[in-house]
């Protein structure tokens, strides 16, 4: 914002100890629409219209689902210059009961043309994906974890928009995730390499444009396919790649590691409903041995 004058940054009321020094130094290009979220994605369209760009920031389903509409028809439409910046991708808000949680986005944001979705697993790959995102005049789709994501990415790298990253390689059975579900992932290969399963995980940062190069790639030879992320299984990454899969006439099964498609009744901290959901290290490990039995 120092450094292009055309930003302006939107917030539905949220972001209390986050953004106080944005809307200091910035009074004039920080907007605080209240709780009204879809006049707040008429505000940036309005605003991405007359030349500015824009970046809205709220909780995923107020940002996402509650003005679906609003995203599809003034923002994607018009294929106009907005960055959504959804917090609390997955169940981080565990503690929130489920109108809180992040299960659906990935789902409902993939089908609207001229949309990108991005999706960092750590703090490193989020710094390195807003720079490449800002030089990008489009709609995108930001998904944000909530806070104290481990670290999997000591040292920054050469990310690019629709590459995904090899983290680990091996040659038994390829593991595609995304999103801050990455570090229960590595967690879980490190188990199966003790298990003397070896497997590749790769890092699909953004899901659209997603990489069909890398997905065809590291499918090619392996035993099996899987894919884990922290949202429904249907819609989401595994369903993105298993339908790339098939149409490369890929013979190997897919099995796809996720929330079931039924509404959580239950509360507690993300490390609790990973845990009860199948979703920490060592289920994702255990469901992965149990599949190649």
């Given at each position: 914002?120092?450094q292009d004058?055309s930003?302006?940054?939107?917030?539905?009321?949220?972001g209390?100890?986050?953004?106080?020094d944005?809307?200091?130094e910035f009074q004039s290009?920080?907007?605080?629409?209240?709780?009204a979220?879809?006049n707040?994605?008429?505000?940036?369209?309005?605003?991405a219209?007359s030349?500015?760009k824009?970046y809205?920031?709220?909780?995923?389903?107020?940002i996402?689902?509650?003005c679906?509409?609003?995203i599809?028809n003034?923002?994607?439409?018009?294929?106009?210059?907005v960055?959504?910046?959804?917090v609390?991708?997955?169940?981080?808000?565990?503690?929130?009961?489920?109108?809180?949680?992040?299960?659906e986005?990935?789902?409902?944001l993939n089908v609207?043309?001229?949309?990108?979705?991005?999706?960092?697993?750590?703090?490193?790959?989020?710094?390195l994906?807003?720079k490449?995102?800002?030089?990008?005049?489009?709609?995108?789709?930001?998904?944000?974890?909530k806070?104290?994501?481990?670290?999997i990415?000591?040292?920054s790298?050469?990310?690019?928009i629709?590459?995904?990253n090899?983290?680990t390689?091996g040659?038994?059975?390829?593991?595609f995730?995304?999103g801050?579900?990455?570090?229960?992932?590595?967690?879980?290969?490190?188990?199966?390499?003790?298990?003397?399963?070896n497997?590749s995980?790769v890092d699909i940062?953004t899901?659209?444009p997603i990489?069909?190069?890398?997905?065809?790639?590291?499918?090619?030879n392996?035993k099996?396919?899987f894919?884990?992320e922290e949202?429904?299984?249907?819609?989401?990454?595994g369903?993105?790649?298993?339908?790339?899969?098939v149409?490369?006439?890929n013979s190997?099964?897919?099995?796809?590691?996720?929330?079931?498609n039924?509404?959580?009744?239950?509360?507690g901290?993300?490390?609790?409903?990973?845990?009860?959901?199948g979703?920490s290290?060592d289920?994702?490990a255990?469901?992965?041995?149990e599949?190649?039995?």
């Amino acid at each position: 914002m120092r450094q292009d004058k055309s930003i302006y940054f939107l917030t539905g009321d949220l972001g209390y100890s986050v953004l106080e020094d944005i809307e200091k130094e910035f009074q004039s290009r920080f907007i605080n629409v209240g709780i009204a979220e879809q006049n707040l994605i008429g505000i940036a369209s309005g605003l991405a219209l007359s030349g500015k760009k824009v970046y809205v920031y709220s909780i995923i389903p107020f940002i996402t689902m509650r003005c679906f509409e609003q995203i599809r028809n003034d923002i994607c439409y018009h294929n106009l210059n907005v960055t959504i910046l959804g917090v609390g991708a997955g169940l981080s808000y565990g503690i929130l009961w489920p109108t809180h949680f992040a299960l659906e986005d990935i789902a409902i944001l993939n089908v609207l043309p001229n949309m990108t979705i991005f999706s960092p697993c750590d703090e490193t790959e989020a710094i390195l994906g807003i720079k490449e995102l800002y030089k990008l005049q489009r709609p995108c789709y930001f998904r944000i974890g909530k806070k104290q994501e481990p670290i999997i990415y000591k040292n920054s790298f050469n990310l690019k928009i629709g590459k995904g990253n090899v983290i680990t390689e091996g040659s038994d059975i390829v593991i595609f995730s995304s999103g801050p579900i990455v570090s229960e992932v590595i967690k879980a290969v490190d188990i199966l390499r003790i298990k003397k399963i070896n497997a590749s995980l790769v890092d699909i940062h953004t899901i659209k444009p997603i990489d069909y190069e890398i997905i065809i790639e590291k499918a090619k030879n392996k035993k099996m396919i899987f894919t884990v992320e922290e949202h429904y299984k249907i819609g989401g990454l595994g369903s993105i790649i298993s339908q790339i899969l098939v149409s490369e006439k890929n013979s190997q099964q897919v099995i796809s590691i996720g929330i079931d498609n039924k509404f959580i009744k239950d509360v507690g901290s993300q490390n609790y409903l990973r845990e009860k959901f199948g979703l920490s290290g060592d289920k994702i490990a255990s469901i992965i041995v149990e599949s190649l039995k």
